[in-house]
């Protein structure tokens, strides 16, 4: 099994890899992980995610236009 630190707070335990590439993963917040490691970020590719234990909450955002990139909450 690998493990890697994520920059979110949270680690990553590869469980196995498929012959095409796909992987079973088991992601573990930790408790005593920092509440601002929580930047909006996207993914290359689809996932499916299962939470096992705990709470799952998903914030969907939109990129604001301008200068900055800023991100703003967004209904689904």
Same mark, same amino acid.
């Given at each position: 099994?690998?493990?890697? *630190?994520? @920059? #979110?707070? !949270?680690? $990553?335990?590869?469980?196995?890899? &498929? !012959?095409?590439? *796909? =992987?079973? =993963?088991?992601? /573990?917040?930790? @408790?005593? /992980?920092?509440?601002? #490691?929580?930047?909006?970020? %996207?993914? +290359?590719?689809? &996932?499916?995610?299962? @939470?096992?234990?705990?709470? !799952? $909450?998903?914030? +969907?955002?939109?990129?604001?236009?301008? %200068?900055? @990139?800023?991100? +703003?909450? +967004?209904? #689904?």
């Amino acid at each position: 099994m690998k493990k890697e *630190a994520h @920059p #979110n707070g !949270f680690v $990553i335990n590869t469980l196995h890899t &498929f !012959f095409n590439g *796909a =992987r079973l =993963r088991l992601h /573990r917040w930790l @408790p005593n /992980r920092d509440e601002h #490691n929580n930047d909006p970020h %996207d993914h +290359r590719t689809w &996932f499916i995610s299962i @939470p096992l234990w705990g709470l !799952f $909450i998903e914030n +969907r955002y939109q990129e604001v236009t301008g %200068d900055t @990139p800023i991100y +703003r909450c +967004r209904d #689904n």
